[in-house]
T-cell receptor, first 113, second 111 residues
Framework: DSGVTQTPKHLITATGQRVTLRCSPR?????VYWYQQSLDQGLQFLIQ???????AKGNILERFSAQQFPDLHSELNLSSLELGDSALYFC????????????FGSGTRLTVV | GQQVMQIPQYQHVQEGEDFTTYCNSS?????IQWYKQRPGGHPVFLIQ?????EVKKQKRLTFQFGEAKKNSSLHITATQTTDVGTYFC???????????FGQGTELSVKP
């Protein structure tokens, strides 16, 4: 157990639907990061939050949104899902500056059918 | 744009052989981190390199950061079956900035 909790572990949904992925960071970590991992794209940075505020944005589609709540857990919302959104979605957390690396959760495997 | 290139994409070795993966950036990095992802698992942080020319060792693993802070390498001596997985480098272009991952090198080890 890395200390970063992601739910659900698996999600199967139809095209056009909307899903919410949840992440609880490791205790004490203020930064949360979302990454998308697919076979042909590697680990793609989506978005970063720090203590409730958006800090950096990567290649996140407009159909995707995220937020970090006062208790520091984060949610990634994916809407109007397409087949190409099928991937493994990782959440990671870190302490100040990420000097000791990111701690990743076990991921949510999303399958869009 | 900011991009970290990593080669090779795949490496198949016989147990006991050495393994090296390389990362390269066109612009200077603030620091670089290395992660290992076992099959079916999640990335696990191995190490961070910050200084120009820095070399760090963890048992059979040797990590190097280039003098210009644009490239890095991970070398595994005498691979074992437990080394199997995908090794990622991840670079940061400014302090506190987002971490950009390389494509990863998938290592398989034949016993």
């Amino acid at each position: 157990d890395s200390g970063v909790t992601q739910t659900p572990k698996h999600l199967i949904t139809a095209t056009g639907q909307r899903v919410t992925l949840r992440c609880s960071p490791r205790s004490g970590d203020l930064s949360v990061y979302w990454y998308q991992q697919s076979l042909d794209q590697g680990l793609q940075f989506l978005i970063q939050y720090y203590n409730g505020e958006e800090r950096a944005k990567g290649n996140i589609l407009e159909r995707f949104s995220a937020q970090q709540f006062p208790d520091l857990h984060s949610e990634l919302n994916l809407s109007s899902l397409e087949l190409g959104d099928s991937a493994l979605y990782f959440c990671a957390s870190s302490g100040a500056g990420g000097r000791n690396g990111y701690t990743f959760g076990s991921g949510t495997r999303l399958t869009v059918v | 744009g900011q991009q970290v290139m990593q080669i090779p994409q795949y490496q198949h070795v016989q147990e006991g052989e050495d393994f090296t993966t390389y990362c390269n950036s066109s612009t200077t990095l603030s620091n670089i981190q290395w992660y290992k992802q076992r099959p079916g698992g999640h990335p696990v942080f191995l190490i961070q390199l910050v200084k120009s020319g820095e070399v760090k060792k963890q048992k059979r693993l040797t990590f190097q950061f280039g003098e210009a802070k644009k490239n890095s390498s991970l070398h595994i001596t005498a691979t074992q079956t437990t080394d199997v997985g995908t090794y990622f480098c991840a670079g940061r272009y400014n302090q506190g900035g987002k971490l950009i991952f390389g494509q990863g090198t998938e290592l398989s080890v034949k016993p």
